[in-house]
């Protein structure tokens, strides 16, 4: 039988992860170009093209293979190249070409350097000084990591806020580091990070289940405050970034004295936190009940996605033009938000009547026994003592105060620069319905900015098919178009930080980047 199509092409598909690189001969001697090749998760290829001594530094670059034949194109300075894979797969021999100028080049292929061992990490190109930040108001200390761009400063600075639940300073779900990534991304490119464990968490004094956002907010005033004394930090452009409730506490901080230069928010609720409450997945229920269900939609909307695409191409085979094409798109689209909007809506009105015993009962010994017996009728067969556990979850300090919580209070009052992030692809706090209250709520305010992030959760990061491979198995990592919105943003409002460029000097390479 011969192979089909798809077949066909993993057979003639092969690995070009690793360093490609060799001296381009120019006017008046020679540039190194380097190629950095990644293979992703779902079989595509990621790469970025270096040419150091002009400072042009990780430009997206798009890969093409047709059977030996290799092609690299970097639209963002004009750059092409085109070879051929030598028989031995270590070399491509072609030509490097732009508008104006083209020459032959080789590349050489240099493998990655194999795995270091667990036990050892390379150090990162900045200071890393583990800190210790005094709440004087609420008598605690928090332990945690502050780390420096190289130089002599001053630098822009933030404080990074986690959601809800203890986390410890990387904000860390599984392997996943939310708030480390994070801080390693903004500090290689000149922006100073503060992150302390939450309450309780490593070091750090407290009870994270006894802390309220007001509780919080004094933490972060606090970090605020500890960054402002610090001699490479330049203090007027110190400012909070938070994740989910971590957002929240970063636009009350700003509502208060002594505000933060800025704020970015990630996923951060509009919603009163009850109705935050009631649309979580599992509500009251183990973590693995949670995650099943949780894991549930996310299948779904995984299954939509495939349908979808498998339409569009079987609409461009039968000569579909665009037009048509994106208006079958932008009805997939307003369907799947009605039916997220539907499933929302019947999740909170299974889930409020728990919310509700809660806050109407004060004596947590009466509100845990009625909450248990309707955790029992909604999913009955499991021990006694997960009913007990998700019903103390429910009555804990923490969730009753966030049941009081109303995000949009003080928001009139914040003036400082705002950039609101969120994801479309966000499960726990929805895009629209949260979006929406925080820009009204802020409309008095000239300086916000929102950005909705296709493809993004709630945990900043893009599909599966998109993560990086590590040791042969797709690593979560920070979805980079989040990374760059945040650092960008920031570096605007750094007179003495500029915005990422790329300036050459040779005289081919400007011509490319101009058209």
Known sequence: MLPSLSQAQAINKYSLEG?????????????????????????NRFAVLNVVPQRINRIPTAVAQHGDTITFVAEEVGCRFKGVRSTDSKRLEGTWSQPGFSAPLTLEFVPPPPSAPKSFRFPPPYRVQEVSVQNPLDKLTLQGTLT??????????????????????????GTYKLLGGLADHLTRRGIAVLRCHDRGMGQSGGKDALASPDDRVRDAQAALEFLRNQPLIDIQLVGLVGHGEGGNVALLAAARPQPPAFVVTLAAAGLPGADILSMQPGLGRASAVADTLLNGVIRQNQRHGATTQEQVEKMRAGGSNAAQIQIYLDQQYLRQKAEEKKRLDALSKEQRPLL??????????????????????????????????????LTSPWVRSYLRFYPQRELETVQCPVLLLHGNEDLLVNASANLSVLEKGLKGNKQVQ??????????????MTEWPLIN???????????????????????????????????????QAARN
């Open 19 to 43: 360093e490609w690189k060799g001296p381009l001969t120019v006017p008046g001697g020679s540039l190194p170009i380097q190629i950095l090749v990644t293979e992703l998760a779902n079989g």
């Open 148 to 173: 420096i761009p190289a130089g002599s400063g001053p630098f822009p600075a933030v404080v990074l806020l986690s959601d809800w639940g203890p986390q410890n300073q990387d904000g860390q779900y």
């Open 356 to 393: 509700e015993i809660v806050r109407q009962n004060p004596d947590d010994r009466a509100a845990q026994a009625e909450v248990a017996k309707l955790l029992q009728a909604a999913t009955p067969g499991l021990p006694d003592s997960s009913y007990v556990a998700g019903a103390a979850q």
């Open 450 to 463: 929102v950005r909705r992030l296709d493809g993004i959760n709630h945990l900043f990061q893009a599909p």
């Open 472 to 510: 042969g198995q797709p690593s979560p990592v920070f979805a980079s178009a989040a990374q760059d919105a945040i650092r960008n943003w920031i570096q605007s409002l750094a007179p003495t930080v500029k915005p990422s460029t790329h300036p050459t000097t040779a005289p081919e390479i400007k």
